[in-house]
Every structure is written in C-alpha cells, then in structure tokens.
C-alpha cells in the first residue's frame, strides 16, 4: 500500500487514513476465516510476546486480546496492577521498563487514566495498543463496531449510526465518533444535556441532539451506551427511571429506525435501563455478533502492527 506512513501504535486514529483502516477490516475477514477453522491457529505471530497490562477490570476486551495473541502463535504475558509491584509504589514508566528488560514485543494497555497508552508506548518504544484510556478512547472496540456494521450491510459508506446514552463518559462513543466518518458513516450523538458534550459536535461527519426519535430516524445502526452508574453522583440525572423512559433503546424507539436497522451495545449491558431484553435478544441484535468480531479485529490489529504485511 502506498501513501502515508504505517502508524506504529493505536491509541486513537490519529494518522489512521480510510485506506490503512479498511485494509484492517479487510484482513479481519482473513482472521475470522482462521477462526472459523477445526484448528483456530495459524504461526504469524510465532516468537513475539504480547503483554496485556491492565489497570481497570475487563472481561470481553482482555479475553478478546489474549485469543486473538494466542491465535496467532504470540506468546501473552498477562499483567495485573493488584498484583504487582504498582501497589508498593512503583510508577508505570519502572513497571513498563521492567516489562520492556523482559523482551516484551507489544503492548495492550488499560488504564483508568486519559494518556496513560500514550505513556507506555513512549517509556517503552514498543508498538502499543490502547485497550482502553480513561473516559478518551477505545479505538479496537470502535473497530469491531465498524466491522460488526460493514458485515451486515457491506459498506460504511453513506450509512447513519445512532448512538445513544452516557455519551459524556464514554470512550466507545468518542471512538466511534472519531472513526465512523473517516469511513463514510454519519454519526448522530444522543443524551441528556448534562450528558452530551457539546464539543463533540465539531467532529466532521458528527451532530447531536437530545431527541432519541430524531437520533434514530433514518439510522441503520442503533447503538446504546452503558449508563455508566457509578459515575452518576453528581446530579447527571433526575433518575434512572426518567432516564429509561427518555432514552432506553427499545422496539418503540427502534420503529423509527430504517426498517432494517440492527441494534448494537458495547457491553456490559444494563438490562432493561438503557437497552430493552426483548431488543437486546430480538433478531435485530448484533450483539453477540460484535463480540465474537472482537477476537478477528483484534488479530489484524495485532498483526499489523507487529508483522505489517497488508
């Protein structure tokens, strides 16, 4: 592929052209053949070691890297802040130097803090995956949402997503704000006032608004954001009964969709307050789909990164 360089890490998709982006999804494909084989592993990653470093809990993204690393061969090393030596005071640049000392060839990172991938990835001069930073981005689950939308209606190109909730606190939102557009979607920001921040509406291909039947309408993806609980002591809401009157994704709501439009959700779910059982299971639902996406999105970004043939 000509064109601009190849970015080194993903933090966010800064330096991501469309180009390099769909050649990733492109080679998800690949992956998700690989996985769909009697034997699930191919050697493309044979002698590297990957460490997952995660400093907030995780189920789906952590157990989605490690498959995806061991599927390819990649020996993982898991790491655990309450484990380590972080709890006897030691900073993250010391932690990532030892890690770095033990030959560690690629990085996945989850942290409480806004920056903290930035930081590995310059403490360690390695190729480092933002797993997750704070409240400003998880790029791999916002390409695993892309894929998830390509797989079903064969192009970003011109398609509406909607994406619904916590917006405020949400990396997934701010992620997929920041990608969708670069592959053509148009994305429509949905909350509370309190909980929709206005400067996200000078993103390109970006609006909002406060009115869940004008997000949805004419949208073919609806997505609902986590309403993120312990996060709500500061008067974001009257109550969450309010809220899930105003805002949950449900068969009501989606009516005002396009008549084909599937229903997705970052998980974990919140049954029943942002997001409806009978959406969430009905057959517009996506969402087992965007986690069993995770494992071969999260193989091509792997892959290239670490063996950076497209």
Partial sequence: MTGSSRPRHLLDFHGWTPERLTALLDNADTMAQVLDRPVKKVPALQGLTVCTAFFENSTRTRVSFELAARRMSADVVSFAAGASSLSK???????????????????????????????????SGKPVINAGDGRRAHPTQALLDAYTIRQEFGTLEGKTVAIIGDVRHSRVARSNAELLPKLGARVVLCGPATLLPADLAALPGVTLTTDPREAVRGAHAVMALRLQ??????????????????????????????????????????????????????????????VENGQAVRMSVLYHLLVGRE
């Fill in 89 to 123: 005071g030691e900073s993250l640049r010391d932690t990532v130097e030892v890690l770095t000392a033990y030959k560690v060839d690629a990085y996945v990172v989850r942290h409480h803090a806004a920056g903290a991938a930035h930081l590995v990835a310059r403490y």
């Fill in 229 to 290: 609980q312990e996060r709500m002591n500061a008067g974001y809401l009257a109550s969450l009964q309010e809220y899930a009157d105003h805002y949950q994704v449900n068969e009501r709501l989606m009516r005002e969709a396009e008549s084909g439009a599937i229903a997705l959700h970052p998980g974990p779910m919140n049954r029943d307050l942002e997001i409806s059982s009978d959406v969430a299971d009905g057959p517009r639902s996506r969402i087992v789909q965007q």
